[in-house]
């Protein structure tokens, strides 16, 4: 049975109640204790400004940050989205989980039912409906519903419509039968609203209870993956703000020689509610970067020395969690370094470094198209229809060696 929490959110006195909390949460429980005067003032020193939520040059060497040396006896924190649902009763508000590793956005069985929301069985294709969670586990969705929602945090309600209406949103939803969460925020959605970018008041965070398991919500495949080097390995990772910790899978480890301290393990939630263990861990020197043509790797910003814990199965070689991506502000000042591919788990370095190559040339080229274009002054788009069908080339080109 989850723990109902009733804070008073708005001036006018208007209770908001969080029935989809879970009971351990230790956001719900904090709050438990706290005055409406305590709440309001709390501030988050990595926001770049305090919600109002009243409640889930490049070719320079970086310099050597060791954040993460001792990271696993530091407080955790992750972020929660607040957002109002409508129901059938009115607006439900549901501390969400943000999370750019997930392709698509979710709610859990019980949610749905309790919004009344229609599932939709046939809407999409079987096969379409099938999910791969962290660990490479198969889940499928019950079917797909929508919803009409808004940001939640007063003050920032209607910021994306202006509209006087809370429901000013429509996003098309899978429903699960399990979720560790109430809902989760895919990154198509995240990045469509520009909510890590231009709009991260709507973001608040919750401490991690130390002894909770900690979270990888990640589901499906991204369309996205961040450049980044560990030690002398250059490799395409998977920035999940849904994950507590930093993971990498063991074939990378083993194709790479890295150094295994089998000591150390963590216990794993996964976003259909189900557990797992970490193999080891790894300590590594993490960076993110471009690839140039003459000078190879270019960092860019800190060097951490990290810990990155080994999961069997991962569907991703590397998946980077919400504490790095935070503390590199990865998603809010290098979105550059996000190229739109991630490549098959299990690549060599030869092979990741190509694909990541051939994206960014590719790139490059369509942006010298399209200015040479605006430049001549003439309207036609033949030149850039002509890059696109480069493009589709390339895809087809990647597909062949990530087999």
Known sequence: MSRRVLLSLMSNGTDWSFDDLEPENNFA???????????????????????SWNVDTPSREPTSVPISANRKQKVRKRFGLPMLIKGQDGFVP??????????????????????????????????????????GKIVKSLGVAFIRCSFGAPGVLNSVSGSTSPASLELMVHVFESLAVPAIIGAPFLEETE?????????????VPAMQSLRVCAVGKPKKGLVCRLDTFVGCANADTGSDLDLVSPKFVQQRGLRVKNEE???????????????????????????????????????LNLEFFILDNLTSDILVGQGTLEDLNAISQHGDLFIDSLPQPGLSDCNVIRLIGTFERTVKSALKTIKEVLTSGETSTSGILFQGEDVSVMSSASRDYLC
Do not use: W, Y
Not at 195 to 207: D, M, P, S
């Open 195 to 207: 909510t890590f970018t231009k709009h991260r008041e709507r973001l608040v965070e919750e401490l």
């Open 265 to 303: 393990t963590q216990l794993l939630q996964f976003a259909d509610g189900s557990e797992g263990l970490t193999s080891g861990s790894i300590d590594v020197r993490f960076v993110l970067g471009k690839l140039h043509g003459e000078r190879g790797f270019v960092p860019r910003g800190s060097t």
């Open 29 to 51: 429980t904090e709050l438990s204790g706290l005055s409406s005067r305590d709440i309001t003032t709390a501030k988050s020193p990595k926001l770049q400004r305090p919600p």
């Open 94 to 135: 549901v501390m969400a989980c943000p999370d750019t590793g997930s392709d698509e956005s979710i709610v859990r069985l019980e949610l749905a039912q309790r919004l009344g929301l229609q599932i939709n069985r046939d809407l999409v294709e079987e096969g379409d409906r099938a999910f791969a969670l962290a660990n």
